[in-house]
């Protein structure tokens, strides 16, 4: 779709849903709110981390994460996304002033991931340092070992989505980085 003329952020909402496991509601555990300006030929990116608390419209104080899963299981209008899309527009234009307007988004779950960075042909990532990650959580709600050595690496689908999962950091904040 063709964005509109002038400011447009757009919100990427990667959540953790596992065919396995279809009647649990997912969970948006990444969030990256994209500002393109197609006038200025600007853009910007915020990745806004997981753990952060926010007033879900209708239920309080929540991790930002639980809004996605809160309206899939309320079954609200819009589902998961409009209730994650809402409950970011509000907090950041309350805490940042005036008005961040965001009406469009884009939910990719792992499989999505996956299959977009198969389509391309994989991608190249430079990691910083030696991860050794024992308990990766597995589609089946199990753990196993990965191991990324540090430097520059060519990753398929199913590589980069454990790289982009595993518990390497000590935060969202680096798991963000």
Known sequence: KQLPPGRVN??????????????????????????VDTIKKTAGILSIPRDLLMTVPGFGV????AAYAIGEF?????????????TISRYLSKNMGGSIPNKYYVTVNFDGFEKV?????????NVPEEIDDPNYPTPWFGTEHVHFDAGWQHMDGATALKYARTRHADSDFGRIA
Not at 62 to 65: D, P, S
């Open 62 to 65: 929540r991790k930002v994460n």
């Open 117 to 125: 960075v198969d389509t391309i042909g994989g991608i190249n990532i």
């Open 10 to 35: 757009i919100l990427l909402m990667g959540v953790d849903g596992r065919a396995i496991d279809p009647n649990t509601p997912e969970r948006s555990d990444t969030l990256i709110l994209f500002s």
């Open 74 to 86: 309320n079954k609200l209008p819009g589902g998961g996304q409009a209730l994650a899309v809402q």
